[in-house]
């Protein structure tokens, strides 16, 4: 006997075999991580009506937009830039003095928060109810942007004004390393007591400065962090600008925490060249087979070290280094002690880069990287766990 179907039912039957065939289809859409600056429609709200100064330079982007253009599109009363090392537009050398100036695109102020004038005064921050610090940051205790961020959120908390980290990621957001920074040697490469790389965002930092009280008056800072979205500290970023005149590109981060201790040494790590921070090398021991010759670069390095040499060394461009690698240091120091030629000529700026004087006292002992790593884990321990309570992202 034939079976006839009504219209009716052949519609019911053909939806749900298309209901069942497109649940075994894999319909997951990856998700995009968005910076705390694209995300306007969280903080654009709390700065109606407010004036506002801002710690920026070239890597503060709203996608293709300079956060300072995006504020004033979005009619918010911008009164104030604070500049950090290397300027507002990211064109100054290294140590550098950062002028006061007008911006010529938008006429708002500039003031230097980099040299003498670390800390804005008093009477600057009281024409301001709110203070955005968005910069782009590689995640080394040593670069100088976290320094900046302390003495801003110091002056916020003495003045009553609020604070606001617009977070970004860490680049070497998966490695916690290095020795913890002691009392004694502090100083603007080195001003909090965490280790050298210490596995944060600023705006995670941000909260652990005002939580551990880091700062003068820290329990009155009101401060205020926009969090990353769909963000993990291990994940690939490629920052879509460089963070600074010498670190051009991923590898060149990469290698910043290993490498920056050479900037106490004879050895060059490349200023000067197209790939700083990239290269190492000298012109009277050969550390590899690799030549190269820094020049001038205003803007970049205006006077590198062994400027107009040609230097022999090794081109780390393609290299697999990353976290914090003694090893390449630990080599040269031995070169350069075997040919008679002294290697630590500024000790006590590698003594403020690593944050105590014991990791140079145990390169010169003759102790292995291995040896001078197991020194620190107690201490790296404590940190992690002192760190918990400020994390905005899952740890590791």
């Known amino acids: 006997m034939t079976r006839t179907f009504s219209t009716k039912t052949l519609v019911v039957f053909c939806l749900v075999f298309i209901a069942s065939a497109c649940s075994t289809i894999d ?3 990856p998700v995009t991580m968005q910076v705390g600056a694209e995300q306007g429609e969280r903080y654009l709200p709390l ?27 979005n009619k918010i009363n911008v009164l104030r830039i604070f500049a950090p090392e290397h300027g ?25 928060i980099y040299g003498k004038h670390k800390k804005p005064s ?38 009553g004004t609020q604070f606001m980290v617009l977070d970004r990621p860490n680049p070497n957001g998966s490695f916690v390393d290095g020795p913890i920074l002691e009392p004694d040697f502090q100083s603007f490469v080195g001003i909090h007591p965490i280790p050298i790389l ?31 979205k769909h963000y993990q500290r291990d994940m690939p970023y490629e920052l879509p600008v460089a963070p600074s005149p010498n670190l051009p590109n991923r590898q060149s981060i990469q290698l910043y925490p290993s ?5 106490a040494t004879p050895v060059s790590i490349g200023r000067g060249t197209d790939f700083p921070f990239q290269v190492m090398g000298h012109d009277m021991i050969s550390l590899g087979d690799f030549e190269f010759t820094p020049v001038s670069k205003p803007g970049s390095a205006l006077h590198p070290k062994l400027e107009n040499q040609l230097l022999f060394g090794t081109d780390l461009r393609a290299s697999a280094i990353q976290g914090l690698d003694l090893s390449l240091f630990i080599q040269a120091f031995s070169q350069f002690k075997k040919a008679g030629f002294g290697f630590f000529e500024r000790p006590d700026f590698m003594d403020k880069l690593a944050g105590t ?36 992202y899952p740890d590791y």
């Open 88 to 112: 507002f537009r990211g064109d100054y050398d290294a140590g550098a003095h950062v002028k006061n100036a007008i911006d010529a695109k938008t006429g708002v102020a500039i003031s230097s």
């Open 47 to 73: 700065l109606k009506n407010k004036k506002v100064g801002l710690v920026v330079n070239q890597s503060s982007l709203v996608h293709d937009q300079h956060l300072l253009d995006y504020l004033l599109a």
């Open 259 to 263: 490498l920056c201790f050479f900037e």
């Open 198 to 228: 210490h596995g944060m965002t600023l705006a995670e930092l941000a909260r652990m400065i005002k939580g551990e009280g880091w700062i003068n008056q820290a329990e009155s800072l009101n401060l205020v962090t926009i969090a990353n």
């Open 27 to 29: 319909t997951h859409v």
């Open 357 to 392: 004087d014991s990791l140079r006292l145990a390169i010169q002992q003759g102790q292995t990287a291995k040896q001078i790593k197991a020194a620190w884990q107690t201490d790296l321990l404590t940190f992690k766990q002192q760190r918990k309570p400020y994390l905005l």
């Open 122 to 159: 008093p009477e600057l921050m009281d024409e301001l109810d709110v203070v955005i610090f968005d910069i782009q940051d590689v995640g080394v205790r040593f670069y100088t942007f976290i320094s900046s961020m302390h003495y801003m959120m110091e002056a916020a908390a003495e003045s």
